[in-house]
């Protein structure tokens, strides 16, 4: 390629990469002030960013006597029964 080429690539990426930011920039801006906690919504956002996902998606199974039981709701009044016991 010619140097004008590369002159033109190189200002034509630069003009993407502060497009892109801007449109993040915005997008972000408009998600913090829709949400009801600020504070909550810009820690997603930077824990996005970083690459980090706190999703659980494990079943819980609990066995109690012979039975078993995965309903999520059942296992926490289980265990605050339990501890309510203490």
Known sequence: ME?????????YRKICKRVIQEAKRR???NYISSSKNEVKATWQLINKELGKSFINNKNIELKLGKSKISNPRAI???FNSFLLKL
Do not use: I
């Not at 140097?3 to 200002?11: A, P, R, S």
């Open 76 to 78: 926490s009044e289980l």
């Open 3 to 11: 140097e004008k080429e590369l002159e033109y690539m190189e200002q």
């Open 27 to 29: 997008e972000y801006d």
